[in-house]
């Protein structure tokens, strides 16, 4: 079990890697582009679900037994690293 809890945060962490960076390309979007601002984040936000729903359900068809640790893990590594992310933009400024 702590292999899967392991992977799970690990998977929970390349989550977050859309949102960073979608984040960094709503920075260099102008007023004009068709993405626009928001955009790019929903976009990043629908690639981010997207990997977790998918390593979660490979999990599911791998090793069911080990399906709720492994999605109790990715989504507390997700919220842990996001939060971290947020609180660490916010001390820089």
Do not use: W, Y
């Not at 998977?11 to 955009?39: C, D, E, W, Y």
């Not at 490979?58 to 990715?74: S, Y």
Request: include cysteine; charge should be positive.
């Amino acid at each position: 079990m702590a292999v899967a809890i392991v992977l799970g945060a690990l998977s929970g962490i390349v989550g977050f890697l859309p949102l960073f960076g979608s984040l960094q390309l709503a920075k260099r979007a102008t007023k004009t582009s068709n993405l626009g601002h928001m955009g790019s984040l929903l976009l990043g936000v629908l690639v981010s679900f997207l990997l977790l729903f998918a390593t979660a359900f490979a999990c599911i068809l791998l090793a069911r037994d080990f399906a709720l640790p492994f999605a109790l893990a990715e989504v507390l590594a997700l919220i842990v690293v996001a939060i971290g992310f947020g609180v660490m933009r916010l001390v820089r400024k």
